[in-house]
């Protein structure tokens, strides 16, 4: 596999799943652990995950692959990022179900749930008659204390990170950068310590000196991250202060002036890579070389609306940072 641009479909080997775990062990054992946002994909079946693992009676079960491709997936991957916890509070018997699929080393990280990230709630029909009022449990540490951090606690050795996802913030929201900084300054305060926290924003204007020292007072790590809107990691990788805890991590979703729900409809089966993304490609492992040089573990998450398909984005990526030797910085 050529670890400068990707393949733009999955190599036809059976042994590049195997291939593929050794570089992102080798990275792992680096401190640098690459997984990808969410795991259930049939697009990927024939690439990362055997076909005929999943058989049933001749046929292929959807229902056994939605319920056992974790475990291959973590016979490759070292780690990987949770999304369904941003749509609802995760139980403690969800978060073990989990744990009891992959092997001791393996970790989650996980979005916290919206019900917390939210000012107001967007116009979505899941959100009922709540949509377009605000939250009144917006940064309230006390329900996330007890609804998304104690079912975790149970297997806290196999947490990662514990992200908390910020959506663009208009006007209405907050007038000023600050205000925001105020409020989480007070929430991140009240919340338990031993958890690596992270926090990722999409407002340009709110990362500030004083955003970075807040996350930094708090241990904190600021959450380097690649949306439609946001700015680009290039931009965030400028800013004086960014690194901000002992850990840091980013989540690679999707590229400038896209839209998400198309994006979805316009990549799916996500089995190859449709659109390279050269630049973020550059910036991630310039951010990555960045954080080897400051003795950082580096937990990095990868979407397929990135460029179609994040296990190949994955294995280009791991060949092209294995290539530079840990010592050189940039």
Not at 308 to 315: D, H, R, S
Request: aromatic content about 14%.
């Amino acid at each position: 596999m050529h670890d400068g641009l990707p393949n733009l479909l999955p190599p036809a080997d059976d042994h590049w799943p195997a291939q593929l775990g050794r570089k992102l062990s080798a990275l792992a054992a680096q401190g640098i652990y690459f997984g990808t946002s969410s795991w259930k994909y049939p697009g990927w079946i024939g690439g990362l995950y055997s076909e005929e693992r999943y058989r049933y009676r001749g046929k292929l079960s959807d229902t056994r692959f939605q319920q056992h491709c974790l475990e291959e997936y973590a016979t490759v991957f070292p780690t990987v990022g949770v999304d369904a916890t941003y749509y609802t509070f995760p139980t403690e018997k969800f978060i073990r179900g989990l744990v009891a699929q992959v092997p001791a080393r393996f970790s989650f990280s996980l979005k916290v749930t919206d019900q917390l990230t939210v000012k107001r709630f967007p116009p979505l029909p899941r959100h009922g008659e709540l949509a377009g009022h605000p939250n009144p449990n917006f940064l309230n540490a006390e329900l996330c204390r007890r609804e998304f951090l104690a079912p975790l606690e149970p297997v806290r050795e196999s947490i990662g990170l514990v992200m908390f996802e910020f959506s663009r913030f208009h006007a209405l929201d907050f007038a000023r950068g600050r205000d925001f900084v105020a409020a989480l300054d007070r929430f991140l305060g009240d919340l338990p310590g031993g958890w690596r926290y992270g926090v990722e924003i999409r407002n340009r204007s709110f990362l500030h000196p004083e955003f970075f020292a807040l996350l930094e007072a708090h241990g904190v790590a600021y959450l380097f991250n690649q949306w439609s809107d946001g700015p680009s990691l290039e931009h965030q990788l400028g800013q004086a202060g960014c690194w901000t805890a002992p850990f840091a991590g980013a989540r690679l979703l999707t590229r400038p002036g896209t839209v998400y729900e198309e994006r979805e409809e316009q990549m799916k089966p996500f089995d190859r890579v449709s659109e390279p993304f050269p630049e973020a490609r550059a910036a991630i492992c310039r951010m990555i070389r960045e954080a080897r040089v400051r003795g950082l573990p580096f937990y990095a998450y990868i979407g397929n609306k990135l460029e179609g398909c994040a296990t190949l984005t994955a294995g280009s990526l791991a060949g092209e940072l294995l290539a530079t030797p840990p010592s050189v910085a940039r």
